[in-house]
């Protein structure tokens, strides 16, 4: 294999500023297109982001009243959503006459429902005039919000939702209902903690918005920097160090940030050249870059929004979530890794040296400490703190913080002598403030969407409904329950983003689950896994898309590389619920069982799991350690899905059938690498 010398970072300046514009465009698509704005406007609109972040800051440590709180982030959420995202591409980068009154009136409702006191929530049976009246202009004002940050489908799916709540007596059995009229909704909706303000936004109003302020100071720290030039330092070198680079940079940058098309784009304009110069084609390299963004959706210590909704619906710890999510991840990753190993193989890829600047133990030396708040939000969780996980992120960011004023390069605040006062208003302290709440303003519009979907299924019992009929499809078998499960979560994400996906079917489509026996933390992340699928299914294969753009791949074909590179790691979900034996990949779901678990069934089941994935990627490779005709990948297919299938026998028959594999590769005579499709 000959050798290439690439210059750390270097890369990035050979992919287009047309590619990065892609890309860009991608990321607009799932987080709405921004105004930029100029000015005092400008100066205004970051003030009022940077109080929004300060006040939730502030929520962390002290003791606000929840349905105020709520309300407060609600009506943040809207003003800044008709600030920064316009009504329509003609009228960006500046702010309309409607702009400014669609933001008064998101804060009159808010306004109305404070000074309205305990009385306002004890009339939500019967609501006056003026209750309906700020009630509907909420509905809409969220409606509106959706619309501009994530685009049409998501409001026209809400409004769907509320349509069936009207006109249920109309419809076919089981879909049948009793009618309810806007005063019974509006009470609902908007004066109970169980539609716009229940889960979905009290998880926004906690969890999220404190995690995104905390990624943000990671971010305005230096620390993603750090990320990649870490992991091509440590990397490179070896063959395999292009793709390992992706996987372990894709790993740290994602952690924090729990974006996968942030995570993609950050990383492909950096890494993708660097694919190309030792083999990756187009598509190929596109498709391991959104597999390594989808990563950080499913990675500790932060994951997507969606799982901060999977502590408060399950009523558990979000450290028992992140619990459940070490091993997945394990094999997530696993995946990868092999994956990239074969293709080293399977494409006869050249070496690739870097010349850094340093090494990554001189790197890890001078920077160690961006790694320090990541693992203290997992410690002060954890005795003798037992931190909430509010309270934990709260006292990560202060370490962020802190420490960045161990370096002058990486200090979020400094003070000039000639301009102090403008010093500090371009800090990266403040810009982080800022950019936390910019950040965080697409998914708290979707969760408060996701309230009035939420509160429309428990009004009518669609849940209940939805998932008997399910079942009566599935003639109450778990296998088939699971795969019709499996296809509404995919289907319902072929059209919503990760978290308004999961919210949707945790209501419709998991108690199907749960009524055949499924532990519920089980079934809660089998469906969250299946909804991370919308960041790589086409019409919203956010990822991959934005991936294409920087390589300039075929859209769809490098969609189809990505689902290549994840397949085997998302039949993993499968053992959650199909026996009992399969949630020893969960860890028992709970840190209080954790000393009680049986460690020799979990290590049983996660070795059974990590060569169920090997054996698939094998398969869908067509290599192992050498090329596999057509029979071989059969069998490591077929082992594959016996394996990650939790029963004795088709275990024994899994391995047998790798065994066979393993076997006639070993015997085989070598043959010449030569790339292959």
């Given amino acids: ?130 209750d309906i009246f700020f009630g509907v202009v909420l509905v809409l004002l969220i409606l509106e919000a959706m619309r501009r940050t994530t685009g049409w489908i998501l409001p026209f799916i809400t409004s769907c939702f509320l349509l069936y709540a009207f006109f249920g007596e109309i419809l076919p059995a089981p879909w049948t209902h009793k009618d309810y009229e806007i005063p019974r909704l509006i009470g609902h909706m908007y004066m109970t903690l169980e539609g716009i303000y229940g889960t979905a936004i009290s998880v926004s109003s906690t969890l999220i918005i404190l995690f995104t302020i905390y990624g943000a100071f990671l971010q305005f720290s230096g620390a993603g920097k750090f990320y990649i030039d870490f992991s091509f330092s440590a990397m490179g070198g070896k063959p395999t160090s292009a793709g390992r680079t992706v996987t372990l940079a894709s790993f740290l ?39 390594g963004g989808l990563g950080a959706i499913i990675s500790p210590p932060v994951l997507g929004a969606a799982a901060f909704l999977i502590a408060e619906f399950l009523k558990i710890s979000y450290l028992d979530v992140l619990l459940m999510a070490v091993i997945p991840t394990c094999l997530y990753y696993l995946a ?54 509010e309270l934990s992120v709260f006292w990560a960011t202060v370490v962020s913080f802190a420490t960045s004023f ?36 697409n998914v708290a519009a979707t969760c408060a969407g996701a309230g009035l979907i939420v509160g429309v299924v428990t009004l009518t019992g669609l849940g209940l409904k939805f998932s008997s009929i399910v079942l009566a499809y599935a003639g109450n078998s778990l296998l088939l329950t699971a795969i019709y499960t499996a296809l509404i979560v995919w289907i319902v994400g072929l059209a919503v983003p990760v978290t308004a996906s999961y919210i949707i079917c945790a209501v419709i489509a998991a108690p199907a689950l749960m009524a055949l026996g499924v532990k519920p933390f089980a079934a809660h992340m089998f469906v969250f896994y299946y909804a ?28 189809l590389q990505c689902w290549k590179y994840t397949t085997p790691a998302f039949l993993v979900p499968f053992m959650f619920v199909l026996d009992p034996s399969g949630t020893g990949l969960l860890l028992t779901g709970s840190f209080k069982t954790l000393g009680e678990a049986d460690w020799g069934s979990i290590a049983l089941v996660t070795f059974t799991a990590a060569v169920g994935v090997v054996a698939i990627a094998g398969g869908l490779q067509g290599w192992l350690w050498k090329r596999c005709p057509l029979w071989e990948r059969a069998l490591l297919v077929v082992a594959g899905f016996l394996l990650v299938y939790p029963k004795t026998l088709f275990d024994a028959i899994g391995f047998a059938l790798v065994a066979v594999v393993i076997a006639t590769q070993w015997f085989r005579k070598p043959e010449a690498s030569t790339r292959t499709s």
Avoid: C
């Avoid at 784009?265 to 084609?281: C, H, I, R, S």
């Fill in 1 to 130: 294999m000959s050798e290439e010398v690439t210059r750390l970072h270097q890369p990035a300046a050979e992919v287009s500023q047309e590619a990065l514009a892609r890309a860009e465009e991608m990321i607009e698509r799932e987080e709405g297109a921004q105004n930029k704005l100029v000015g005092w406007i400008a100066a205004f609109v970051t003030l009022v982001a940077i109080v929004m972040s300060v006040f939730h800051l502030y929520t962390a440590y002290a003791i606000v009243r929840p349905e105020h709180l709520r309300a407060i982030h609600v009506a943040f959420v809207l003003f800044l959503s008709f600030m920064v995202f316009p009504v329509a591409k003609r009228y960006r980068h500046r702010i309309m006459w409607w702009d400014w009154a669609l933001g008064a009136a998101g804060i009159a409702t808010t306004v109305y429902l404070i000074a309205g006191g305990d009385d306002f929530f004890d009339r939500s049976i019967l609501p006056n005039d003026w």
């Fill in 253 to 291: 940058l994602g952690g924090p940030s729990g974006s996968g098309v942030a995570t993609t784009v950050t990383l492909g304009a950096v890494a993708a050249p660097m694919l190309a110069k030792v083999g990756y084609g187009k598509n190929e390299a596109g498709g391991l870059l959104a597999a």
């Fill in 336 to 389: 990868l890794f092999v994956m990239v190993e074969i293709d080293v193989r399977k494409f006869g890829m050249k070496d690739v040296l870097f010349e850094s600047v340093e090494s990554a133990w001189s790197l890890a030396k001078r920077y160690w400490f961006h790694f320090l708040s990541l693992v203290t939000i997992i410690v002060f969780m954890m005795p003798p703190f037992n931190f909430s996980p």
């Fill in 406 to 441: 161990l370096r002058r390069d990486t200090a979020l605040l400094r003070f000039e002598k000639k301009s102090p006062l403008k010093s500090v208003w371009n800090s990266g302290f403040l810009k982080a403030l800022e950019g936390g709440s910019l950040a965080v303003l």
């Fill in 532 to 559: 991370v699928l919308s960041e790589v299914s086409p019409p919203t294969a956010l990822s991959p898309f934005a991936a294409a753009a920087i390589t300039g791949g075929d859209p769809y074909k490098t969609t």
